[in-house]
């Protein structure tokens, strides 16, 4: 029964939907030599390649996902213009297909990152509606007053729209800063940064504890990895 493009690559594990969508949106894939147009659907057999390169289009006989406690100053793509270190580096090699990450850490963020070599499994966790809940520490400078406290909870307004942390609690002070637990269900690009800066303060420490039900091992060193087993894997 044919299958849509996007859906057939991202289930072999060759990348996430988004990531698939942008190779056919730049004419990058073929579908037996002719030029893949988006949402269009294949048959089983078809002959599917990435800049000539014939893609493996079955899917892997077991998903594998692996979480990994990511130290700051590593980006999250897979090479990197400026040089800089990338989260793909340390990982190992998966048993079949690749490794996608399941959304991004900024430069500077620490801990939790999720990969899966399942595409539709990230397509999933990271679409909008799933409103999958993320858990970070943060330090700011300059502990907050009860009303940005309570702007935080109700929401502030964005360039890219209203965003509110579905809970906010105070932790240990330090002098000049102060430490909060914070819970989101979605992940704009640098959002918890920007909600605080919203209230008049600066993230100088960000560390994501917890995505959906996976949480950060307490005795996972930065740059360590670790594989969820298949039971694990299968929950999720």
């Given amino acids: 029964m044919p299958e849509r493009l996007q859906k057939v690559l991202a289930a072999a594990g060759h990348g996430s939907r ?91 963020t620490t801990g939790l990152l999720l990969f899966t070599t399942d595409g539709e499994l990230a397509h999933r966790w990271m679409h909008p509606s799933a409103g999958i809940e993320r858990e970070y520490l943060v330090r700011v400078r300059g502990p907050l007053a009860p009303e940005e406290l309570a702007r935080l909870r109700q929401g502030v307004v964005l360039e890219d729209g209203p965003a509110r942390f579905q809970r906010i609690e105070a932790q240990r002070g330090s002098g000049a800063h102060g430490w909060y637990r914070v819970v989101l269900n979605e992940g704009r690009n640098r959002e918890v940064r920007r909600m605080f800066s919203a209230v008049g303060h600066e993230v100088s420490r960000l560390t994501r504890l917890r995505f959906g039900p996976v949480r950060l091992p307490e005795d996972l060193k930065p740059g360590g990895w670790r594989r969820l087993g298949v039971e694990e894997a299968r929950q999720l």
Avoid: M, S
């Fill in 18 to 108: 988004r990531e698939i969508e942008g190779w056919i949106r730049a004419g990058r894939v073929t579908i037996d030599g002719r030029v893949a147009t988006l949402g269009e659907r294949v048959e089983p057999g078809a002959a599917i390649c990435l800049d000539g390169r014939r893609l493996d289009a079955a899917a892997p006989a077991a998903r594998e996902v692996l979480l990994y406690n990511k130290p700051a100053g590593e980006v999250t793509t897979r090479r990197d213009p400026q040089g800089r270190p990338t989260v793909f580096e340390r990982l190992p090699p998966p048993r079949a297909g690749r490794w996608i990450v399941i959304g991004r850490l900024d430069t500077n």
